[in-house]
């Protein structure tokens, strides 16, 4: 057995750390001059969308990979660079770290007779028995299309940094994602006006309630003491509602949507500026008209800037175009890691869980391992394709219909599933 990983971000990373444990011997290339993906400020892969106020939304006992701690004395809520030095910390503690070789692209994927053809631009075609595709989903950028045109600025939080070159400006800020509401709250000391636009809202939560980081309640509510998600997600935009008051009131409308229905919005600062007038809510953009932005309400607004924070597109250049439709469609995958249709194909990170991801990456890398190694065998054809369906069935029945949501998982139960299958 010979594996070949692509990308080593977070989930590479905690792959290779798998293989190595499992003895599968494998190669392990990354586009970049060095490891840690999106946690690399400016990467120069030109993959990572980070921006340079980045604050990650996981709390530090909820993000770390079960085998390696955030040292106690880092703060609650890492930066990325922070990240960035524990993804090496974690790299060196297992061994790895010499065993990427960066500055090495993956051009193409293809079977082989039942093995896997993987070209490179550094080392030409190499066989593999198995390809592990970890090279993040979050690159892409997902960008919607308004009638009109724009005679301004437009970009996407792709490649969005810093706020300086905003100062003074009008800027509209598409999406009331993560990234949508940290970049209006970057630029709303500097900027003229922020306008933040959104088609259906969304719950915004605190980063900290009464004191302890918000995810560490969701923690309590699943973990400990064993509510459904739903019902702990719930429970905590209770809290938030008691400690931090509807958000309505602070100007942000409230969703028409259950926030059990939605990937949560983390955010310490956006209730407070929307109440300060330094960034305005608007619905949805009907029209873009010359250096006028119209929204569905009716109003408009002049802008300098359109910054769409629209999300990300999961995008695989290297496999043959009859395998990527499946692949972007992660939840079209077999435990959202297997090919149904290609034998010894494996993704991981391709998911967006309630939860944190990189813990639950490092679950996967070790199924992955154990797959490699024989230890988890794989259903029929049959089974998987039962298995790929149900989910589906329940990512429409429990999140909202956007595009958004094709990658969901829910953390528990989805390790549950994936340690039962190891025990087994
Ligand atoms: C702004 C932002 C904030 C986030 N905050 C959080 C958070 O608070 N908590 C959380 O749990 N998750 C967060 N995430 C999700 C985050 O994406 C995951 O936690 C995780 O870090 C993703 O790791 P990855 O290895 O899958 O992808 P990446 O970090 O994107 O790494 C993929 C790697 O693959 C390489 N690569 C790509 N194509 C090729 C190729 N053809 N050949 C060779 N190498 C290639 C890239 O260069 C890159 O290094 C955030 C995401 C974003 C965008
Ligand atoms: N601080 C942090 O830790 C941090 C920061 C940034 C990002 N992240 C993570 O990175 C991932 C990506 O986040 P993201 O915010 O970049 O993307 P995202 O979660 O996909 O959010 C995209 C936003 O854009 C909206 N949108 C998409 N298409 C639209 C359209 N055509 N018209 C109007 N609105 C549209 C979506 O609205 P709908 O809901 O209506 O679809 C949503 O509000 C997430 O996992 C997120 O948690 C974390």
């Known amino acids: 057995m010979r594996a070949c990983i692509i990308g080593a971000g977070a989930s590479g990373v905690t792959v290779a750390k798998s293989l190595k444990q499992r003895g599968v011997d494998f190669d392990w290339f990354e586009k970049g001059s060095a490891l840690g993906g999106l946690w690399r400020y400016d990467n120069d892969s030109g993959t990572s969308s980070a921006y340079r106020s980045l604050q990650i939304d996981t709390s530090s006992r909820s993000l770390a990979y079960p085998d390696f701690s955030v040292p106690g004395d880092w703060p609650a809520y890492l930066r990325a660079s922070q990240v960035l030095e524990y993804l090496e910390g974690y790299a060196a503690e297992f061994g790895i770290a010499d065993?990427?070789?960066?500055?090495?692209?993956v051009t193409a994927v293809e079977p082989a007779s039942g093995r896997w053809a993987v070209t490179?631009?550094?080392?030409?075609a190499r066989e593999y028995d198995a390809v592990i595709v970890a090279n993040g989903h979050l690159s892409v950028p997902r960008r919607p299309q308004f009638p009109g045109t724009f005679s301004?600025?437009?970009?996407?939080s792709h490649d969005y940094r810093t706020p300086e070159s905003f100062s003074g400006k009008n800027v509209v800020v598409v999406g009331m994602g993560n990234s949508g509401c940290d970049i209006a709250v970057d630029l709303a000391r500097v900027a003229g006006q922020v306008y933040l636009s959104t088609r259906r809202s969304?719950?915004?939560?605190?980063?900290?309630?009464?004191?302890?980081?918000?995810d560490r309640w969701s923690a309590l509510f699943t973990r400990r003491?064993?509510?459904p998600t739903p019902v702990a997600r719930n429970l905590v935009k209770m809290l938030a509602r008691v400690a931090v008051g509807p958000q309505e009131r602070f100007g942000v409308p409230k969703p028409a949507h259950p926030i059990h229905r939605e990937h949560a919005t983390i955010g310490q600062e956006l209730l407070q500026y929307v109440a300060y007038d330094w960034i305005r809510v608007r619905p949805d953009i009907a029209s873009l008209d010359g250096g006028e932005v119209r929204f569905a309400d009716g109003t408009s607004t002049s802008a300098d800037v359109v910054i769409y924070a629209t999300g990300y597109d999961p995008s695989f250049p290297f496999l043959p175009a009859d395998l990527v439709a499946q692949a972007e469609r992660g939840g079209r995958l077999y435990r959202?890691?297997?090919?149904?249709?290609?034998?010894?194909?494996?993704?991981?990170?391709l998911v967006q869980p309630v939860g944190p991801t990189i813990p639950l990456v490092e679950i996967q890398g070790r199924w992955i391992a154990r797959a490699l190694a024989g230890d988890v065998p794989l259903p029929d054809e049959a089974a998987q394709a039962q298995e790929i369906a149900a989910h589906r069935r329940w990512v429409r029945a429990n999140f909202v219909n956007s595009e958004r949501y094709r990658l969901e998982v829910d953390y528990r139960t989805y390790v549950g599933q994936l340690e039962r299958d190891m025990a087994a």
């Open 202 to 214: 969304a719950w915004i939560l605190p980063k900290y309630l009464l004191g302890v980081p918000t």
């Open 99 to 105: 065993a990427c070789q960066t500055s090495t692209e």
């Open 152 to 156: 301004g600025q437009e970009l996407h």
């Open 336 to 349: 959202r890691i297997v090919h149904p249709d290609a034998p010894g194909l494996y993704f991981a990170g």
């Open 225 to 227: 003491l064993r509510l």
């Open 120 to 124: 490179t631009d550094r080392y030409g």
